[in-house]
């Protein structure tokens, strides 16, 4: 992370040692793990919902997808269907049958 090799960290702990004492640096050496465990899990948090936001844009897409192809499907099938004549009450022509009767 900051590339601090172990010479570094002995060089610090001494100047810690002797700048905080001997008293008050496991106090302090607490309360920065609890401050970076906190930060830790605020991060994973951030990532989680990140993540769901991530899903739930794909599945928002996959729905606005899927409705359309449904849509078109649709069109296509009205556009494919033969346009139905409006029921007269009459059986259906046929070349040998005779003529239907007008109506004025």
Same mark, same amino acid.
Do not use: C, W
């Given at each position: /992370?900051?590339?601090?090799?172990?010479? &570094? +960290?002995?060089?610090? /702990?001494?100047?810690?040692? @002797?700048?905080?004492?001997?008293?008050? +640096?496991?106090?302090?050496?607490?309360?920065?793990? #609890?401050?970076?465990?906190?930060?830790?899990?605020?991060?994973?948090?951030? #990532?989680?919902?990140? &993540? @769901?936001? $991530?899903? #739930?844009?794909?599945?928002?897409? /996959? #729905?606005?997808? +899927?409705?359309?192809?449904?849509?078109?499907?649709? &069109?296509?099938?009205?556009?494919?269907?033969?346009? $139905? $004549?409006?029921?007269?009450?009459?059986?259906?022509?046929?070349?040998?049958?005779?003529?239907?009767?007008?109506?004025?």
């Amino acid at each position: /992370m900051f590339n601090i090799g172990m010479p &570094e +960290l002995i060089v610090i /702990m001494i100047v810690a040692l @002797i700048v905080i004492g001997p008293a008050r +640096l496991p106090e302090l050496a607490r309360a920065i793990g #609890k401050g970076f465990a906190e930060f830790r899990r605020a991060m994973e948090d951030v #990532k989680e919902e990140l &993540e @769901i936001d $991530k899903i #739930k844009s794909g599945a928002d897409e /996959m #729905k606005e997808s +899927l409705l359309f192809s449904r849509r078109q499907g649709e &069109e296509e099938e009205k556009s494919a269907a033969p346009e $139905k $004549k409006p029921d007269t009450g009459y059986p259906p022509e046929t070349p040998e049958s005779p003529p239907r009767p007008e109506n004025h």
